[in-house]
């Protein structure tokens, strides 16, 4: 054989080489690539529909930004608060008493009737 006839030879051996080892690094099932593709394609979308929606309305854009960060501030308030078992505000102790047996609550319930003032 002459060397111009190898060459195509070698060349076929480099491809099915290649192509073997892309198989080997690619993922199994197809589905997953379509997965991907979907994914990146609702992604590049939905960025380009943003980007649109913030030129075209900078103050919502503006405000929403505001919005978040005060959402923010105020979770991580009261997570601190949490931590340290503030409690606000005042309470006072109530005792529980056993009813008397001359007290209304131990003599005869009212019955309800609807419509009856």
Known sequence: MTRLET?????MDL?????GSLRQ???SRAGTLL???MTLGALKTGARVAGKFARRNPAILAATVAGAGILWYA?????RQAEKNEIQGQSRRVDARQPTSGSAA???ETSYTPGAN
Not at 7 to 11: L, V
Not at 15 to 19: G, L, T
Not at 75 to 79: D, M, V
């Open 7 to 11: 060459i195509p030879h070698r060349a």
């Open 15 to 19: 491809a099915s080489n290649a192509v």
């Open 25 to 27: 690094h690619m993922p």
């Open 35 to 37: 997965q991907t593709g």
């Open 75 to 79: 979770a991580h308030r009261k997570a």
């Open 106 to 108: 131990g003599q005869a």
